[in-house]
């Protein structure tokens, strides 16, 4: 008999019988690897566990305690789901499947409407009863053309067929269900039961938005019940923290696809919120030596063709508008050009430099439909975008103080848990960035030996930089537990030399600057999203929509009472409402802490006649009388210090770096 030769992940080699299986190949090494065994690995591709292997390779047996042995847990439950579906509504149209580290799903299609998420609970029960009665999955080896006629009334599998080269192919099935393509799946579906059935929603097949909206069921699965738990309690802190959801029950923001799809209406609460980021952040960087400026969103095209946007950034840049006269104009898809016009609208002098420049710069991205996510991924966004033009011995003296403001305003914020990340350009694929090796190589060696003399810990990360340089990213980690950058720090020689930038030096002659962009907290957009759900939409006083709200007890007796303290703390500049809606008292007060105002104030008859107000924090339970003197000092004081408890930065190890 032909024979095989199988490498384990020991480098260990060993000669098998050709058609042995996996299963096979584990009992012979022990009986209880053979137990635990889920599927193997043969040369990178997964394999089950009873498929006959004919070709020598590397193998690795996967067992239920490996990351991909849950991929083959999951991707069955998505057959199971299948089977499932075909049982309740034999009409269905199936579109593709996938498992990953989050889950799995399998998008459906059904003319006379799509599955619902009220369906969701009947559909785990079936296939609950198919998981318990175990049917064995048969594998088995189909002519292309006998699956197409199979198939021949659903056009979404068809068209996966007719995109695959092979003449046979690998099909499952499991009753009426049928399902092919290269996957792995369970011996033995008894695995199966810890499973959960999470939501359904709209997806375009094959992520094109010209395509047919398809509905997705997502599900997840685990070997182990503690598992599935722990995973259903993270995606309800999830679910909990959306900064979607917080934005609507908020009343901070709304998106209408009706009117524009990535277009996001900012409410009255959500305006409030920005203006006060946007005043602080103008603020602090007008007092760090900035000079804000204003610059339209328009420009001629010419002017993205010199910067090398339109050839490097194209796709994502919307479609130039014809104004009919030999002009063509452009949404600009980046801030740095126009203030390149600001800096060379003048002659400059060394003595001038460095020459900051910052904008709260609005900005257009040609985003598809199927990549927008409410604030977090928009075509219209404001960009907190700033650019120096410096003489290189200013670099390194310059980055530090960029840096130094980024950490004061993260110290503000209280955001705390964030890492940095050189990035580079990647120097197998150079094509797709700015052609000049020794600018990359010069600007890539300044930015690690400014890192490393500040003495600050950091990453590298080849393929992350710019087309036109090489940048400092400060990687943050949302409430969510994706990794987001927050701020960038990026030199630039290209656009200087594009746009022929110059400054007279101290020897009369016209000489190069640098220029270094820096985005302090990005955009608006993403940066409020984030807040939302680190804050879990409850804002520290100085930045919520509403500070102080004001709830009479009786509104016959005490409404002048309560507006009188209304026009008092307004005219200090604290942001309160007085609730005069005909409701009960304690809804109130529910309401306000729904809506997580940090104060709430009540007022009544001891309230009116003593001057004082009953002052109830939010989250807390009980209220505490207080004096309005006392109650407005304490308030100003919460606002003026960011709400920040303690006097100490909590930046100040980073500090002391930067001093050094």
Not at 444 to 468: C, N, P, V
Not at 623 to 632: G, Q, R, V
């Amino acid at each position: 008999m032909a024979k095989i030769s199988l490498t384990f992940p020991d480098q260990s080699q060993h000669e098998f019988d050709a058609g042995v299986t996996t299963l096979a190949v584990a009992k012979s090494i022990a009986s209880s690897l053979a137990k635990k065994a889920v599927a193997g690995n043969l040369n990178g591709t997964l394999v089950d566990l009873d498929q006959p292997l004919n070709q020598d390779g590397d193998l690795q047996i996967i067992t239920n305690a490996d990351p991909e042995g849950v991929l083959v847990l999951r991707d069955t439950a998505a057959f199971v789901l299948g089977a499932a579906l075909k049982q309740l509504h034999p009409d269905l149209h199936f579109g593709e499947h996938k498992a990953d580290d989050d889950g799995f799903y399998l998008d459906t299609d059904r003319a006379d409407g799509q599955v619902a998420v009220s369906e969701l609970p009947d559909i785990k029960k079936a296939m609950q009863k198919i998981i318990s009665a175990n049917q064995p999955v048969e594998r088995k080896v189909v002519d292309k053309t006998d699956l197409l006629k199979e198939f021949a009334d659903d056009p979404y599998q068809t068209l996966l067929l007719n995109a695959m080269d092979a003449v046979q192919v690998h099909v499952y099935q499991l009753g009426d269900y049928t399902s092919f393509g290269s996957r792995a799946l369970l011996k033995s579906l008894a695995p199966l039961k810890h499973l959960e059935l999470l939501s359904v929603a709209g997806a375009y097949w094959q992520g094109k938005s010209s395509n047919p909206m398809l509905q997705r069921i997502y599900g997840t699965a685990f070997f182990k019940a503690d598992e599935l738990a722990a995973d259903l309690k993270r995606r309800a802190e999830i679910k909990e923290r959306d900064h979607r959801t917080i934005g609507r029950d908020l009343d901070i923001f709304f998106v209408d696809p009706e009117v524009g799809a990535g277009l996001p209406y900012w409410m009255p609460n959500g305006a409030t919120i920005r203006r006060v980021i946007e005043r602080y952040i103008i603020d602090k960087e007008v007092a760090d030596g900035y000079e804000h400026v204003y610059t339209p969103v328009l420009a001629n095209l010419n002017l993205y063709k010199t910067s090398g946007h339109w050839a490097h950034y194209r796709e994502d840049m919307f479609p130039p508008m014809d104004m009919g006269d030999g002009e063509f104009l452009e949404l600009r898809p980046m801030n740095c050009p126009s203030h390149i016009q600001i800096y060379n609208h003048h002659n400059r002098s060394y003595r001038e430099l460095p020459v900051r420049i910052a904008e709260l710069g609005m900005m257009h991205r040609y985003e598809k439909s199927g990549a927008l996510s409410g604030l977090q991924r928009v075509r219209e966004m404001t960009l907190n975008d700033g650019h120096t033009f410096l003489a290189p011995e200013q670099i390194q003296s310059e980055f530090k103080r960029v840096l130094r403001l980024m950490m004061d305003v993260y110290d503000d914020f209280n955001i705390t848990d964030y890492t940095f990340r050189l990035s580079y350009r990647d120097p197998a694929n150079t094509e797709k960035y700015f052609d000049d090796d020794e600018m990359w190589n010069k600007s890539q060696a300044m930015l690690k030996g400014a890192m490393d003399d500040l003495g600050l810990d950091y990453y590298e990360a080849e393929g992350e930089a710019a087309f036109y340089g090489p940048k400092l990213d400060v990687q943050t980690k949302t409430a969510l537990g994706n990794d987001e950058t927050m701020s960038t720090i990026q030199l630039d020689f290209m656009m200087p030399e594009k746009f022929q930038l110059t400054y007279v030096g101290a020897d009369g002659k016209d000489h190069r600057p640098v220029m270094m962009h820096r985005g302090i907290v990005g955009t608006m957009e993403r940066f409020i999203a984030y807040l939302m759900e680190i804050y879990k939409g409850a804002f520290p006083t100085w930045l919520a929509p509403v500070q102080v709200e004001i709830i009479p007890v009786n509104l016959d007796l005490h409404t002048e009472y309560a507006q009188q303290l209304q026009k008092q703390l307004a005219s200090q500049g604290i942001r309160v409402k007085v609730d005069l809606r005909n409701e009960k008292m304690g809804y109130k007060i529910r309401e306000a802490q729904t809506q997580k105002v940090p104060y709430t104030l009540v007022v009544g008859d001891e309230e009116l006649r003593d001057q004082t107000v009953s002052v109830r924090r939010y989250g807390e339970k009980d209220a505490n009388d207080e004096a309005i003197k006392l109650f407005t000092d304490m308030i100003l004081d919460d606002i003026h210090n960011y709400s920040r408890t303690g006097s100490e930065k909590v930046n100040s190890n980073v500090e002391t770096k930067l001093d050094k």
